[in-house]
């Protein structure tokens, strides 16, 4: 047979396939009524983590890589002088509860009858030297006594009824109590001793370091020994939940995309795979075009970013990685959109 005469057959299938390949890629690709593709990336957030006191650094829980969970401990700073400043705060707190306690009981009955006894005998020898005074006087105009004996005795009179009005005055107070002023500055004393606790406790606890939220450690700033401080961030934590694709509407399909419409994700890693997702948010305002930015319809500068929330139950929509977005523009938007197994409010 004449090679020559398959030549025509063979470049005429070979032009049948390539044109049928690109007439699928186009009607796949392609803005149709019912379905539209948008390209972005997923999208990468990251928390600096500082701790909130200054020290040195005693432990780090976490590697670079590491996903972690809300709440858990990723790094702790050496505190034993943050424990001994509460210790202490709490050791001052406990007296000044105890003068307080003091003040409030009042006088105790036991001192009271101790000075109840201390001013009878008080008045008992205040007694016995106004007797010898007037003795002493009585011999004085004999002349039996002189001025000087007279004179003494009117001293040792007078000492002993001002020692029997002290001890009154002093019974007196006992039997009143602490003055109201003084127990509202021992309360004020304590709140503030109750602040400084609170304050060294609260000192103490910023020396741990939790995650605010899920995510992957992507780098470690600081390590081991380092001394950390509010200004000093100790990690890097990429945000994974929840998880979007940002992507870039132009402006001739901004109309045909609604919040909460429903998407579908691919990605290049796992190309017969789809993830479900919505679209959660659509710039209000305008913007040019970025340079990394993909779209089908290049001939306007201007386009308007979107969110597309993900479901990424297997972890495998990593952040930054580029994806294209299916929008299906005639599904019905629920009234509120989530993964499977989301719990609804």
Not at 94 to 115: C, D, F, N, S
Not at 199 to 220: H, T, Y
Request: proline residues 6%; negative net charge; charged residues 30%.
């Amino acid at each position: 047979m004449d090679k020559r005469k398959l030549i025509p057959p063979l470049l005429v299938l070979g032009i049948l396939a390539a044109a049928g390949g690109y007439w699928l890629q186009s009607r796949e690709e392609a803005p149709s009524d019912t379905r539209l593709k948008v390209y972005g990336n997923i999208d990468t957030r990251l928390v600096n983590l500082a701790f909130e006191a200054s020290g040195r650094i005693d432990e780090l829980a976490v590697n670079e890589g590491a996903r972690v969970k809300s709440g858990e401990l990723l790094a702790r700073l050496d505190t034993r002088r943050l424990a001994l400043a509460r210790d202490a705060a709490l050791a001052k707190l406990h007296a000044q509860q105890e003068v307080v306690r003091e003040m409030e009981a009042g006088t105790r009955p036991e001192e009271i009858r101790k000075l109840e006894a201390e001013l009878a005998a008080a008045r008992t020898q205040a007694a016995n030297l106004q007797r010898s005074f007037k003795r002493i006087r009585d011999l004085e105009k004999r002349n039996l006594a002189s001025s000087q004996q007279l004179e003494d005795a009117s001293t040792a009179a007078q000492a002993a009824q001002d020692n029997v009005r002290s001890l009154e005055a002093s019974l007196e107070l006992a039997q009143a109590g602490p003055r109201k002023e003084q127990i509202a500055a021992a309360k004020a004393t304590l709140a503030a001793m109750e602040a400084e606790l609170s304050l060294a406790e609260e000192n103490l606890k910023d020396a741990e370091l939790f995650a605010p939220a899920d995510g992957v450690i992507q780098s470690r700033i600081l390590e081991q020994g380092d001394m950390a401080s509010p200004e000093r961030p100790v990690l890097t934590l990429a945000l994974t939940d929840p998880l979007w694709a940002r992507v870039y509407l132009a402006e001739s399909i901004l109309g045909k995309v609604r919040p909460g419409m429903p998407a579908r994700l691919y990605s290049d890693s796992f190309p017969d795979k789809a993830y479900d997702g919505w679209v959660g948010y659509i710039s209000p305002s305008a913007e040019f075009t970025p340079k990394a930015v993909q779209t089908e319809d290049t001939r306007t500068d201007l386009v308007y970013q979107a969110r597309v929330f993900a479901c990424n139950p297997e972890g495998e929509l990593r952040l930054g990685m580029p994806v294209s977005v299916q929008l299906d523009l005639e599904a019905a938007i629920p009234d509120v959109p989530g993964c499977p197994g989301d719990k609804q409010p």
